[in-house]
T-cell receptor, first 115, second 112 residues
Framework: ETGVTQSPTHLIKTRGQQVTLRCSSQ?????VSWYQQALGQGPQFIFQ???????GRGNFPPRFSGLQFPNYSSELNVNALELDDSALYLC??????????????FGPGTRLLVL | AQSVTQLDSQVPVFEEAPVELRCNYS??????LFWYVQYPNQGLQLLLK??????LVKGINGFEAEFNKSQTSFHLRKPSVHISDTAEYFC??????????FGPGTRLSVLP
């Protein structure tokens, strides 16, 4: 049990639609990251939020966007869904001090299927 | 940019035999390394981590890993595996202030 929850667990959308995935982090964790895990692959970094501002982004287009809220919750929004967006989406939270890395704790993921 | 390689996509091993899952990383100045396990239809669970200090790291479920700076490796080992260890294992790493990078994963299959 990592203390990180995600909703919904499963979701089916059609191509062109928009989707919002939600994550609730551990209390006190000021950093949240989102990952996309396609079937049979390792997680790919989408972006990271630190104290409600995006401070890192992987190779994902702007139609992937996010928000982080003061209550330790966050959202991943994907516009204009494509078939290749079908994947398990993972959020991970951690407390980031100023001078070192700390462990990320992952939620169980949201499995998105785009038809 | 940091990269993480797991050369073995699948590792079959008999129950109670030892196992080693290999992980190599590219070499920035400082590095943090992790091993995660993923059971079917579940998220990622932390097995162990290397942040600094002793190069031999012990984790949960009897796993351990050794950080080898000269060989840029962080191989995962267990002296005796169980059927319940069957899962996907991911090596991951990063440096402070940079993106976290995962390897492609190794599927460990423990056979009776």
């Amino acid at each position: 049990e990592t203390g990180v929850t995600q909703s919904p667990t499963h979701l089916i959308k059609t191509r062109g639609q928009q989707v919002t995935l939600r994550c609730s982090s551990q209390s006190g964790h000021n950093t949240v990251s989102w990952y996309q895990q396609a079937l049979g692959q390792g997680p790919q970094f989408i972006f990271q939020y630190y104290r409600e501002e995006e401070n890192g982004r992987g190779n994902f287009p702007p139609r992937f966007s996010g928000l982080q809220f003061p209550n330790y919750s966050s959202e991943l929004n994907v516009n204009a869904l494509e078939l290749d967006d079908s994947a398990l989406y993972l959020c991970a939270s951690r407390w980031t001090p100023k001078d070192r890395e700390e462990t990320q704790y992952f939620g169980p993921g949201t499995r998105l299927l785009v038809l | 940019a940091q990269s993480v390689t797991q050369l073995d996509s699948q590792v079959p091993v008999f129950e109670e035999a030892p196992v080693e899952l290999r992980c190599n990383y590219s070499s920035p100045v400082s590095v943090y390394l992790f091993w995660y396990v993923q059971y079917p239809n579940q998220g990622l669970q932390l097995l162990l981590k290397y942040l600094s200090g002793s190069t031999l790291v012990k984790g949960i479920n009897g796993f351990e890993a050794e950080f080898n700076k000269s060989q840029t490796s962080f191989h995962l080992r267990k002296p005796s595996v169980h059927i319940s260890d069957t899962a996907e294992y991911f090596c991951a790493g990063g440096t402070y202030g940079q993106n976290f990078v995962f390897g492609p994963g190794t599927r460990l299959s423990v056979l009776p």
